[in-house]
């Protein structure tokens, strides 16, 4: 086991984990953080994606070593239900969480994409969830969703 420092949803954390053990793996069972979903396991379904230092990226294939000194966000960081993210509030709103599964990983590529693009067009949109799959099949509701939280930040 080696340790590994980062920063997790702005505190600095401190873990100990086998260094090619996948950041999923180290965050839902290392840190109790479990709202980044396990989907796929291969980089191909999106739900267990995190921001990097921003920036969308798969945990399922992102090994802790990666992270190191970096800055990772998961849902947990970027809304509660106290204080839910407008793109959470937006998928209630449109009632756009069936199972829900997918919802975590769909969260934080939304929050990515209205970080940099606060006037995303519906293709923006398509474009930003291409990676993330949803078996309910609520995708249409999803992307009005995410549009309707676009507008409710500006
Ligand atoms: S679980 Fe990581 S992309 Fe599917
Ligand atoms: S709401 Fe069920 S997988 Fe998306």
Redesign the pocket.
């Known amino acids: 086991l080696t340790q590994h420092a980062f920063e997790l949803n702005g505190r600095p954390v401190t873990v100990e984990a086998p260094e090619n053990e996948p950041l999923?793996y180290v965050l839902r069972d290392r840190l109790a953080m479990k709202g980044t979903?396990?989907?796929?396991?291969?980089?191909?379904?999106?739900?267990?994606?995190v921001l990097l230092d921003g920036a969308p990226v798969?945990?399922?294939?992102t090994p802790v070593w990666a992270v190191a000194g970096k800055a990772v966000t998961t849902i947990e960081g970027l809304g509660s239900e106290a204080s839910l993210h407008p793109v959470q509030a937006a998928l209630l709103a449109e009632q756009a969480g069936q199972c829900g599964y997918c919802l975590s990983?769909i969260v934080v590529h939304a929050a990515a994409l209205l970080a940099r693009e606060p006037r995303p067009t519906e293709e923006d949109v398509r474009n930003a969830l291409d990676?993330c799959l949803c078996r309910c099949g609520s995708h249409n509701r999803i992307v009005r969703a995410v549009l309707r939280a676009a507008e409710a930040m500006r």
């Not at 979903?37 to 994606?49: D, T, W």
Request: contains cysteine; glycine residues 24%; charged residues 10%.
């Open positions: 999923l979903r396990f989907g796929c396991g291969l980089n191909q379904c999106g739900a267990c994606s798969a945990s399922c294939d990983g990676g």
